[in-house]
């Protein structure tokens, strides 16, 4: 049967119409290739089939980074040649002529990495050209797998491959050849573009590699799809609302612990936030493979929130509670209201204690001369020592009051050194986090 076939093909070169016609055209056909479905139109089998391969994107439909898979739908076409097919077009009155894809050999030509069906509607029909040249236009829903990396998200960019080969025949059968300049493909592609959704066709590229399986060789087209993703809907509604969020909480350092309820704002503010997370989790993508980088900057958003809320709590203990707290230790005193609190420029007093803790003077008390010459029979003497004794213990209260006072001003003015602290920390984590992601995404986006 095969040799009949091989037979049919060497002996016809070119075939005559017997009216300039599409019927007498389609009668000669019939006669010379139709139903010769089971081989490849060649004279030898020695002789391998040249295949032209080029497609036009139309459409993205969907990128699940879930699920690891881009969705577009393609213009594939497909170029062989008939050889010793050819008609004369005055004489058959055409030049091509549409005819049934099942009447011809049809090249089993796939993509690797499709992970589902074809859904797009199929194609009946196919042209042959009066020199035996096969033109195969095919609509292609392609469902492929594509290994996205999303650490930039959302400025990230995305590079996914089709590779096309014979599913059954080597290299010593098909050859496979680029039917199409990348540039062209990418100028039709923008063209026809139809959808102008979150995801935008940049770039076309394809290389021919060489593939060897058990020593036999196939070829192989690989076309990258390079897809950019466009990040304004999410700037809108995730990164703008969280840095408005994150300047209201450094703003709140300015609110005086004393006087107003820092920490209850601070709460409200971290509910807040994690509700905006909660309802915004859909647009996050989520994979299994890295961590987005803007999970890291809404992790970073959420702990200096959760920082600054615990920082507010300690400084309101310190404030409000230092009555019942004993003196600063020395070197407290020497580190934080002596020198930090020059560097984050908070003006001290100096101290001048003159009572100690006890409510002693710190001077000595010498005692009058004329005290001694007093003779201890005069009348009203021992009143004076009594009197002597109560003014004694009310000068020891109130220099016990005034230490307390003292002490609770250090302390006060300890909570003020680390508040200021602890606000100029906060500003410079947030400038080194911003610039580091900034420059980050800037650098993944422009390449």
């Known amino acids: 049967m095969d040799v009949f076939v091989l037979t049919a093909f060497c002996v016809t070169t070119s075939i005559n119409c017997s009216q300039p016609n599409t019927w007498s055209l389609l009668a000669a056909l019939r006669d010379n290739i139709f139903n010769k479905t089971d081989v490849r139109p060649v004279e030898s089998l020695q002789t391998p089939t040249n295949i032209s391969i080029y497609f036009t994107v139309f459409a993205i439909l969907d990128v699940d980074e879930k699920a690891q898979i881009l969705e577009t739908a393609l213009w594939l076409e497909l170029i062989w040649n008939i050889e010793n097919l050819s008609w004369d077009p005055d004489e058959c009155g ?3 002529i549409s005819l049934p894809r099942t009447s011809l050999w049809i090249p089993d030509i796939v993509i690797n990495e499709f992970m589902d069906e074809n859904r797009a509607p199929e194609s009946y029909y196919l042209y042959v050209n009066n020199n035996g040249v096969v033109h195969d236009s095919l609509p292609f829903h392609v469902i492929s797998s594509c290994s996205l990396d999303i650490y930039t998200f959302p400025f990230d960019i995305q590079n996914c491959t089709y590779s096309f080969n014979s599913y059954k025949h080597n290299s010593q059968d098909v050859r496979l050849h680029i039917g199409l300049s990348v540039e ?3 100028r039709d592609s923008f063209e026809v573009m139809e959808t102008r959704g979150e995801w935008q066709l940049i770039d076309l590229k394809a290389i021919k ?3 060897d399986y058990e ?8 076309f990258y799809i390079v897809l950019k993703r466009r990040p304004t809907l999410y700037v809108v509604n995730l990164v703008i609302p969280s840095c408005f969020l994150l300047a209201v909480d450094l703003l709140s350092f300015l609110l005086p612990p004393q006087s107003v309820d820092r920490s209850s704002f601070k709460m409200t503010l971290i509910l807040g936030y994690t509700v905006f997370l909660l309802l915004m989790n859909d647009l996050l993508p989520v994979t299994g493979h890295n961590i987005p980088l803007i999970n890291v900057f809404f992790s970073i958003c959420l702990a200096l929130m959760v920082a600054s809320l615990l920082e507010t709590i300690l400084i309101t203990n310190v404030m409000c509670g230092s009555a019942n707290y004993p003196c600063l230790p020395h070197w407290v005193r020497v580190l934080f209201l002596k020198h930090l609190a020059r560097l984050v420029g908070l003006e001290t007093k100096p101290t001048d ?3 100690t803790a006890t409510g002693r003077p ?8 004329s005290e001694t010459s007093i003779q201890l029979t005069e009348p009203g003497l021992e009143e004076l ?3 002597s004794r109560d003014l004694l213990a009310i000068r020891q209260q109130l220099g016990k009051h005034l230490a307390e006072d003292q002490f609770m001003e250090e302390w006060i003015l300890l909570g003020q050194v680390i508040d200021r602290l602890v606000f100029g920390l906060y500003v410079l984590f947030i400038s080194v986090s ?8 800037l650098h993944w986006y422009n390449q």
């Open 353 to 355: 204690q003159k009572t």
């Open 434 to 441: 911003f610039i580091t992601m900034l420059v980050i995404w």
């Open 184 to 186: 062209e493909m990418l």
């Open 94 to 96: 055409a030049s091509s």
């Open 362 to 369: 710190t001077s000595k008390h010498k005692k009058d001369p």
């Open 215 to 222: 020593g036999i060789s196939w070829d192989t087209l690989v």
């Open 385 to 387: 020592r009594k009197m």
């Open 209 to 211: 590699p060489q593939t």
